[in-house]
């Protein structure tokens, strides 16, 4: 049994697509993602159609921040919350940017390295820019 039932990656935010979403989807609920080009701003779970709406409204905060969607249907939706969370732990706050919550991973799983060596790997220098003639 897989994990996520339908998807849809970076749909470009126009009505044609919301009724694509509502077609497809349904009511269903599901995790989604809004994008301001490429970089993703918010991440949120819920009635995809009717959350993807509200936050196309004008009067939404997050109406001017974002372009782009992309949205999961989740087989068993006891694991939302919990995909929700992985995915606002992996991404930077700065990146996730719309985003007033935090993952809510269990803290009783969470390993921290035990090394206090920080030798980190050495990254490769750039190279110099070439100058123009």
Known sequence: MSLVKAFGLQWPRNQENLDELEDLAGHK???Y???HGAMPVYIGRGMMFSRLKQHS???????????RFSWF???NTKYERELESLLLEALPFYVRSLNKQTGRLPRK???K??????????LPTLPPLRRKR
Request: hydrophobic share 40%; proline share 0%.
């Open 33 to 35: 993602i809004l994008y």
């Open 113 to 122: 390295h035990v090394s206090d060596d920080l030798n980190y790997v050495a």
């Open 73 to 75: 249907v989740v087989a």
């Open 109 to 111: 799983d969470l390993y």
């Open 57 to 67: 409204h004008e009067v939404s905060r997050k109406n001017q921040y974002w372009d």
């Open 29 to 31: 609920s599901g995790i």
